[in-house]
């Protein structure tokens, strides 16, 4: 069991500049894409708004996009701030906006309009693998399989030769090409590529690799 759980760690955590930071944030269910659609007619909405995205990244830098009932495009960008109760935008100018929001794994409350998040990337689906190489790999590990929710939930079990196995449940984050898994015993980052459905995961501290499928 032992080896397994180390193994596990092993393949998921990687420790590039861009992970690093992502580590660093103190709010990383903040991080993503968010968008919110207007349901009402043109004629009875309140605001002049059909869409609009939300962009945070772990640098504190934020982006928003606007899009008006007209098909006009406003945009908007600074820097962020956020603690447990406001969020503070920042724009070029150094006007600062402050909100008050309730955040959970895919949603974003804010100005009473909820916001949801979505994937840049077509990663949601259950994934096994095809191979995993690497010095550190245990011979005993006989597979591993990677739930991606589109709500951005997850379970990884790892797969022994002896059937025991070990999993762990949480919240995962995509930016650039960093994936990190969020769960109760601490957070973790892999690098990843997607082609098709076939998804790779590299450790480059550990000269790992694991190649999974899209089942």
């Known amino acids: 069991m032992r080896l397994l759980l180390g193994c596990m760690l092993a393949i998921i955590v990687s420790l590039p500049v861009r992970s690093e930071e ?11 894409d968010w968008y919110w659609f207007s349901d009402m007619p043109v004629e009875q909405a309140p605001h002049p708004y059909k869409a609009i995205n939300l962009s945070f990244n772990s640098n504190y830098e934020f982006r928003i996009d606007l899009l008006r009932h007209d098909g006009q495009l406003e945009t908007a960008a600074g820097q ?14 150094g006007i600062e906006q402050r909100h008050a929001y309730q955040l959970n794994h895919n949603q974003l409350q804010l100005q ?47 797969r022994g030769d002896d059937g ?25 980052s892999s690098q990843f ?10 450790n480059d501290v550990f000269g790992m690799e694991a190649i999974l499928e899209r089942q």
């Open 80 to 93: 962020y701030d956020i603690n447990e109760n406001i969020l503070r935008l920042y724009d070029n100018e």
């Open 22 to 32: 992502l580590s660093r944030v103190d709010f990383p269910l903040l991080l993503g």
């Open 112 to 158: 009473g309009a909820v916001f949801t998040k979505l994937l840049p990337e077509d990663l949601s689906g259950l994934w096994r693998s095809h191979s995993i190489s690497g010095e550190d790999v245990s011979e005993h590990v006989d597979g591993v399989s990677l739930q991606l929710r589109p709500d951005f939930l997850f379970a990884m079990q790892v």
């Open 193 to 202: 590529q997607l082609a098709a459905d076939t998804l790779r995961l590299t």
């Open 164 to 188: 025991s196995s070990v999993t762990h449940r949480g919240v995962y984050l995509v930016e650039g090409d960093n994936l990190m898994l969020i769960y109760r015993n601490g957070r973790h």
